[in-house]
Structures are given as C-alpha cells and as structure tokens.
C-alpha cells in the first residue's frame, strides 16, 4: 500500500488543476450529477471533462486511504484488503493466461498499481492507458520507484479512441474503469480492435444487479450516490454489459458476479461498523480524522479550497456503496472473460 502522509495529501489535491481554481472544478463537477440537478445524458456527452475532473480532485484522496490500486477484492477471512487486492489481480492475469513477453494493455489504469503488480507477476509488457494528466504522470513516477518503467508505461488517451493499431495486444483487461464509458459497446469495440485475433479481454465491471429497482426511491438514491463519488455518467446492468460484448464481436467465456458468495463482503472496508488497523483510513474513524485534518489543512492553506467538498462527495459514494453492498443491487466486480475470435466466420 502506498504511504502517502498529510502532506502528500495537502500537496497533490486538486491534481494538475491550479489551486484556485479546484472550488470551481468541484462546483462544475457535482453539476454534472443527478443530486444537483445534473442529467444523465448531459453527463454521457461531457464525460471526459467530468471524469478528469473527478480524477485531478480525488487521486490525491485515493491514494491517501486505498493505496496503489484503486479497487475492491472479494476477501476471504484472515486475508488483509491488501493482500485480497493482490491476489484478484493475479486472477486476473491467470485467467487471460499471460505469458511473459506479452504485450497487454491496461484499459483506465488509474495511478498504475494493478499495472506494476501484474507485470511483475506475468513477466510482461503492459501498457497503462488513461486521459488523466496528473495520474499519468503519478504512476510513471511510481513505475520508476518499482523498477518496472523499462518494460511498463502509460499513453494518455481516451478509451473510446485509441491510439493503437488493430490487433496490436496480446491480452486486454480493465479494472473497475470501464465504467466511466459513456458507451459500453463503443468502448468494447475499441478494445476488439486493438485486440490480436484469438486473444482475451477480462474485466471487472462496476454494474447495478437485476436485484436494483429503478422505480425505487431508495435504489436511485443509492445509485445517484456512487455515480457522483465515483466519477460515472451512469451504472448499467449487468445484463447490458454482457449484450455490448457480444454486439463488439466478443465471444463471452465465462461471466459471474463475483460479489456473490464472496466469504468477506466486499464494501467492508467502508463499512462504518467494521475496524482494521491494516486498512484504518478506511474505517469510520480513520475517515474522521481524514476529514478533519483535511479541514484544518484547507484552513491553513496547505490544501486547496475545495478540499472539503471533495472529501464529502467520496463520503457519500462510501454510504452509496455501502448500501448497495448491503442491499445486493450494485456490484463492483462483475467479471468477465471474452475472446476475440481467429475470424469474422469462426
């Protein structure tokens, strides 16, 4: 897990935005969400400036109580959260049966912690891309601690279009990432594109369950929740993830929710009842004090204004996805592992 301290947090909020103008960033950015009167089509149509927004205000927040990478595990008991994330993102590399000297691409790679531990774990290339400038230039930074930056780097880009040639990776995967997509088929697309023929894509996908209610208050509530502290022009279903793969030209090989059954739930960490001293920034009282010292640095200057806002959006997406952990109708790790077929008559 990353060590980042107060300072780290104070000097890195607000990302490559001017410091005074991450109020206004923030002002802009919760417009966009249906809790400020914001639309969801409004929000598919800006999608890129509202996810870089959301990315330049939280990164800093991220990395301060996640660490490097930047997602949920299903955890078994007396597995730590690091060491559950860990071992979801080796299974994922198993399953797209990497092989070293592969070259794969990371679809929305965050600040690159996923990147660095499948690479070292797979001995091979992998490409980050990501249309975030401040987080780019944070894992290339990372990448170079790690020893990795020889064989990994990033490509700032939009994920709906890439800068790759066709068929120029031998595996594909997206964590938690390819739900900013303001269209999941023309984002699958774009992946199958750039995918070589025979290869795999795996994904966990954020999604809402068939349990979620559209016609419930309550279910909205919870979904306009995470979608404004998560950065999302919209949640789709399971279901609907499933339909854009195949349209994309995917063979699906195997999909499951891998939320069900998971022996620790996932969103535990969030959970204000829940204690761990190896994941304390997390907890009730580790997010209070972050709070609170975020307050006192904004006050103080060290933080941008803004800060505190920033700091009360990802406290409602926590309580959002709380809730929808609880009540079985969100889900941040529905999986999936999909083939590109030899040809178009396969």
Known sequence: ??????????????????????????????????????????????????????????????????????????????ESLRESIKRHEHFLALQLDLKPGYKVLDVGCGIGGPLREIARFSYTSVTGLNNNEYQISRGKELNRVAKVDKTCDFVKADFMKMPFPDNSFDAVYAIEATCHA????????????????????????????????????????????????????????????????????????????????????????????????????????????????????????????????VQDFLEKAAEGLVEGGKKEIFTPMYFFLARKPLSATE
């Open 182 to 309: 303001p269209d999941a088929y023309g984002c699958y697309k774009e992946i199958y594109r750039v995918l070589k023929p025979g290869q795999h894509f795996a994904a966990y996908e954020w999604c809402m369950t068939d349990a979620f209610d559209p016609n419930n208050q309550e279910h909205q509530k919870i979904k306009a929740e995470i979608e404004i502290g998560d950065g999302l022009p919209d949640i789709r279903l399971t279901g609907k993830c499933l339909e854009a793969l195949k349209q994309a030209g995917f063979e699906v090989v195997w999909e499951k929710d891998l939320a069900v059954n998971s022996p620790l739930p996932w969103y535990l960490p969030l959970d204000k009842s829940h204690f761990s001293l190896s994941s304390f920034r997390l907890t009730a009282l580790g997010r209070f004090i972050t709070k609170n010292m975020v307050k006192v640095l904004e006050f103080i200057r060290l933080a941008p204004k803004g800060s505190q806002r």
């Open 1 to 78: 897990m990353s060590k980042t301290g107060a300072l780290d947090l104070a000097s890195g909020l607000g990302g490559k935005l001017e410091k005074n103008d991450v109020l206004s960033a923030v002002e802009k950015y919760e417009k966009y969400h249906v809790c400020y009167g914001g639309e969801e089509e409004e929000r598919k149509a800006n999608y890129t400036d509202m996810v870089n927004k959301y990315y330049d205000l939280v990164t800093s927040f991220y990395e301060f109580g996640w660490g490097e990478s930047f997602h949920f595990a299903p955890r078994w008991k007396g």
